[in-house]
């Protein structure tokens, strides 16, 4: 009976394995993103690129061989990485090309019709109105760059309604 009670105890020295996911962030010419979030969806675990776009997070996830990788930064959609499996305690995602939405200065969105700016968001910083963006845009587009072999292209879904655009680690890694 008085192992019983040591077992809480015990657990607090067991090591989950711990994994670095790495990467880098850039826009659409080429050029390094900084400041962009890279979450662990569904816990508390983020960072944000540097300067040069590069980012290393780092998590031990218990219960769990697979998880969501998100991307974020202000004016474009969420990049959400489906399905990410550790195998080892390593896992580089390669260099993400974000793209956005088209932007509209306020008084170009005024001059829309009512139906056409029902397919526009407000895009706001610190309460202030900066703009809108046009979410049909990547309507069009249904790939970008694959991240580890720019000479290839990875499809992706594009969720209006999430703004996010969700592509699988499979096909991250299938595209090489």
């Given at each position: 009976?008085?192992?019983?009670?040591?077992?809480?105890?015990?657990?607090?020295f067991?090591?989950?394995?711990?994994?670095?996911?790495?990467g880098?962030?850039?826009?659409?010419?080429?050029?390094?993103?900084?400041?962009?979030?890279?979450?662990?969806a569904?816990?508390?675990?983020?960072t944000?690129?540097?300067?040069?776009?590069k980012?290393?997070?780092?998590?031990?996830?218990?219960?769990?061989?697979?998880?969501?990788?998100?991307?974020?930064?202000?004016?474009?959609?969420?990049?959400?990485?489906?399905?990410?499996?550790?195998?080892?305690?390593?896992?580089?995602?390669?260099?993400?090309?974000?793209?956005?939405?088209?932007?509209?200065?306020?008084?170009?969105?005024?001059?829309?019709?009512?139906?056409?700016?029902?397919?526009?968001?407000?895009?706001s910083?610190?309460?202030?109105?900066?703009?809108?963006?046009?979410?049909?845009?990547?309507?069009?587009?249904?790939?970008?760059?694959?991240?580890?072999?720019?000479?290839?292209?990875?499809?992706?879904?594009?969720?209006?309604?999430?703004n996010?655009?969700?592509f699988?680690?499979?096909?991250?890694?299938?595209?090489?």
């Amino acid at each position: 009976m008085a192992k019983l009670y040591l077992l809480p105890y015990l657990l607090l020295f067991i090591q989950w394995p711990l994994i670095t996911v790495t990467g880098s962030v850039v826009d659409q010419e080429g050029k390094p993103l900084p400041n962009c979030e890279v979450k662990i969806a569904e816990t508390a675990v983020n960072t944000f690129t540097d300067l040069e776009g590069k980012f290393t997070i780092k998590t031990s996830l218990y219960n769990t061989k697979n998880f969501d990788v998100l991307l974020t930064t202000d004016g474009a959609p969420t990049y959400r990485i489906t399905g990410v499996k550790y195998v080892n305690d390593s896992i580089y995602l390669g260099r993400m090309e974000l793209r956005w939405n088209k932007f509209l200065e306020v008084q170009e969105y005024e001059s829309l019709s009512k139906a056409d700016k029902t397919k526009c968001r407000a895009i706001s910083h610190w309460g202030k109105l900066l703009g809108y963006q046009d979410i049909t845009e990547l309507d069009k587009s249904t790939a970008i760059p694959c991240p580890t072999d720019s000479t290839q292209m990875l499809f992706f879904n594009y969720e209006k309604g999430d703004n996010e655009i969700r592509f699988s680690y499979e096909q991250l890694i299938n595209c090489k």
